[in-house]
């Protein structure tokens, strides 16, 4: 009698465990990247730290040939001072830019 009322009181807490991990909130940091590197906050991109696949997948209009062009204007020119900024690399229009101005962060 003793095994059986442990046993089910072991059950409830695991069950209870189980379904808690479940329904936590999912972590805001997306599959494939460290905490430590964190491109993508809240749902907007950070221009200074965003890596060409993060860029090319998170923002309309962007390909892997511009997400490059982004990164290389980065390395070359420094961290970006404003989201405006991104008109200076080449293929970035202001239509492109007012697409994902929403999405875009430099902080």
Do not use: C
Not at 32 to 57: C, I, M, Y
């Amino acid at each position: 009698m003793f095994k059986g009322r442990v046993s089910s009181l072991l059950f409830a807490v695991f069950a209870t465990l189980s379904v808690a991990t479940v329904a936590a909130e999912p972590s805001k940091v997306r599959a494939g990247s460290s905490a430590a590197a964190v491109h993508v906050v809240e749902g907007k991109v950070n221009l200074n730290t965003a890596d060409a696949e993060t860029l090319q997948r998170e923002l309309t209009g962007i390909g892997a040939t511009k997400a490059e062009a982004i990164v290389e204007y980065r390395e070359a020119n420094g961290p970006f001072v404003a989201v405006d900024e991104l008109l200076e690399v080449k293929g970035i229009g202001a239509a492109t830019l007012d697409k994902n101005r929403d999405k875009l962060t430099i902080n």
